[in-house]
């Protein structure tokens, strides 16, 4: 008799984890539509939706009129059932300091609110500025006790999972130091997820970019300060070993047999080395984004700068294209932001005279911090899959021997 009420409890759990997966994909669902999408009879949805409305997972929220008998109610997941914060560390290009940048979502992916702050790491160690922001943030946007249910941060450096280290990190400070990573969970009581900066840019642009409807592709981000590639294949990221996959900044140029000098393709297309490029074609600015924006908007006056920093851009992306062969190239970071068509005009016509191979290349198209929703769009996914497996696991039996 045990096993039978442990297996009928597993099994309403299933469907009430069902239910709510469908809930928090969809959107608003009737019980008709939730039958139609779980195979479930009638009184098994209706007994799945009562409870998740009980745990505060899910309510009503509203009822479709017109038809034949009763008004049917209209079922929604709880938004403010559970939050997630994002927080992005970077070089900020225009200020002397490195900034930190928040933006706190519900469970339905609305952007509650955001908040950034100016911070010396050579003073202020990063778990303090990071535990600072997001406690704004909860006073802000008043996220109750207790329903901060992910934090999700995002670095410009390698991130090994396996040890939970950050490594090349691209801002000052001790964002290196061993136990960082949990000394932030503990201060934050809560849930931490790292990555690179540029692979959360390319999570955006799956969801909400030019790659929605990609089977795969490479994004390589053409930042103020560094460069990066983030790889998508079918949806997953590929990290590497030590989470250092896609720092191409650091691949070496060189004719054979070498040079006393390692020249990298971070010093052929970095910002700082855009910026003078863009100098020496009479386009300036105080960060390399300001500078090729000008460009951007001088018509054909600018056709030269563009085919020249293309001409730099293919060195490197020839070399992704020929390893990977990827369906998609996704030009993204506040340089390509501020080239636009121009430059991924231009990027496209040098690739025909170095690559073989054919690949689609497109221009970001996200206009606001891809780095910051990406984190958000990791974070969400963070706690709607642990929401679902927490409605499944609450009901699974204990095991004993």
């Known amino acids: 008799m045990s096993r039978l009420a442990g297996s009928s409890k597993l099994l309403r759990a299933m469907n009430e984890s069902a239910a709510l997966a469908h809930l928090l994909e969809r959107g608003q669902l009737t ?10 009879s009638k009184p098994t949805v209706s007994e799945a939706l009562r409870r998740l409305t009980g745990a505060g997972l899910a309510g009503v929220v509203g009822q479709l009129r017109g038809g034949p008998g009763p008004n049917a109610e209209i079922y929604a997941a709880n938004p403010d059932a559970a939050y997630a914060v994002a927080v992005s560390v970077r070089d900020s290009g225009d200020t002397d300091l490195p900034s930190v940048v928040a933006a706190a979502s519900d469970l339905s992916g609305q952007v509650r609110g ?18 600072e922001i997001v406690d704004r943030l909860r006073d802000e946007v008043g996220i109750p006790a207790g329903r901060l249910a992910y934090v999700q941060l995002a670095v410009a450096a390698s991130y090994d999972a396996a040890t939970e280290s950050i ?12 136990g960082l990573v949990g000394d932030l969970r503990s201060r934050l009581r809560t849930p931490v997820g790292v990555d690179n900066d540029v692979n959360l840019a390319a999570v955006a642009e799956r969801r909400r970019g030019a790659a929605r409807e990609a089977d795969g592709f490479a994004l390589l981000w053409l930042g103020e ?6 790889i998508d294949l079918g949806g997953t990221l590929l990290r590497g070993a030590r989470g250092g996959a896609g720092e ?15 020249t990298d393709l971070q010093d052929l297309v970095g910002g700082p080395a855009v910026l003078a490029l863009a100098a020496e074609h009479g386009f300036h600015g105080r960060t390399a984004a300001a500078a090729v924006a000008g460009a951007a908007a001088g018509g054909d006056t600018a056709s030269a700068f563009f085919a020249a920093l293309a001409d730099r851009v293919s060195v490197g992306l020839a070399a992704v294209v020929a390893v990977l062969d990827p ?12 080239g636009g068509r121009p430059l991924c005009d231009a990027v496209r016509a040098a690739m025909v ?11 970001t198209a996200i206009d606001d911090d891809a780095v910051l929703l990406g984190a958000l769009d990791a974070g969400v996914t963070a706690i709607r899959e642990a929401l679902i497996a927490s409605v499944h696991e609450s009901s699974v039996p204990a095991t004993t021997t």
């Open 31 to 40: 019980r008709a539509d939730l039958r139609e999408l779980t195979g479930l």
């Open 114 to 131: 955001r908040a950034e702050i100016a911070v010396d790491f050579l003073r202020t160690q990063p778990v303090d500025a990071v535990v």
């Open 167 to 178: 490594h090349h990190v691209g801002v000052s400070g001790g964002w290196s130091r061993p």
């Open 225 to 230: 300060e560094g460069l990066g590639l983030a």
């Open 248 to 262: 191409i900044g650091y691949m070496p140029l060189f004719a054979y047999p070498g040079s006393d000098r390692k």
């Open 327 to 338: 369906p998609l190239v996704v030009l993204a970071g506040q340089v390509a932001q501020a």
């Open 353 to 363: 005279r170095v690559e073989p191979l054919e690949t689609a290349i497109a221009v």
